[in-house]
């Protein structure tokens, strides 16, 4: 099993990245995918998920109407469009498969135990 997050970098406020996921040794279009980010010295926080059993999606308040999720369950990928990015965005970002236990709208605070594959993570910086 493995998660290939990749399309972090350095960004100047207001700019945009689009970070992707590369799944592979799992049926990834059995699961829901989210994003999750930890700033530094900052718990793990959801921002982000596509579920598997009905292509709804979620986002955390602060990220809604600047991240866009989608996936490609043919690619076995899962990308995160990231528009008008703020320093607060400052973080590194994981893919993460989500357990059945762990629906989309379970909000953004993040439990490892509900999750059943990690990527691991890609440097997001916003800064000028």
């Known amino acids: 099993v493995q998660l290939q997050a990749s399309g972090g970098g350095l960004v100047q406020p207001g700019g945009s990245l689009r970070l992707s996921c590369a799944a592979s040794g799992f049926a990834f279009s059995s699961y829901s995918m989210s994003w999750v980010r930890q700033a530094p010295g900052k718990e793990r926080e959801a921002v982000a998920c596509s579920s598997a059993s009905d292509s709804s999606v979620w986002y955390t308040g602060s990220v809604k109407g600047r991240f866009t999720i989608s996936r490609d369950n043919v690619k076995k990928e899962v990308y995160l469009q990231m528009n008008s990015l703020k320093p607060e965005d400052t973080a590194i970002y994981y893919c993460?498969?989500?357990?059945?236990?762990?629906?989309?709208?379970?909000?953004?605070?993040?439990?490892?135990?509900?999750?059943?594959?990690w990527g691991q993570g890609t440097q997001v910086t916003v800064s000028s």
């Open positions: 993460a498969a989500n357990l059945m236990r762990r629906r989309c709208d379970s909000g953004s605070s993040v439990r490892s135990y509900e999750y059943a594959y």
